[in-house]
Nanobody
Framework: VQLVESGGGLVQVGGSLRLSCAAS????????MGWFRQTPGKERELAAA???????TYYEDSVKGRFTISTDNANTVYLQMYSLKPEDTAVYYC?????????????????WGQGTLVTVSS
């Protein structure tokens, strides 16, 4: 499975941004896809995830009500981000899991994109 992110960039506080992740390869076996984010010196954390079959979604507490994860049920996953804050600044990674388990578990995800930088300026 290959994952390619796009849509990162510089945005002002309170602004919006939409990230896209295009998947290719043996994607038919994918159970979950997620958007993780990481800042220097910190562990990678899950921002949002979605199950590819039933549409179940998971959001980290700090992004609830501001971020929306969705899929076109084909090969693309989106992360729509609203009301962005400086603390949302990070490299955002798309990830895919072909194993069943707790959707929020980082170790469940075997395939990763190269990351896209989101910078929120105040």
């Amino acid at each position: 499975v290959q994952l390619v992110e796009s849509g990162g960039g510089l945005v002002q506080v309170g602004g919006s941004l939409r990230l896209s992740c295009a998947a290719s390869g043996r994607i038919f076996k994918t159970y979950y896809m997620g958007w993780f984010r990481q800042t220097p010196g910190k562990e990678r954390e899950l921002a949002a995830a979605i199950s590819m079959s039933g549409g179940f979604t998971y959001y980290e507490d700090s992004v609830k009500g501001r971020f929306t994860i969705s899929t076109d049920n084909a090969n693309t996953v989106y992360l729509q981000m609203y009301s962005l804050k400086p603390e949302d600044t990070a490299v955002y990674y798309c990830a895919a899991s072909q194993r069943l388990g707790r959707i929020s578990t980082l170790g469940l995800y075997d395939y990763w994109g190269q990351g896209t930088l989101v910078t929120v300026s105040s």
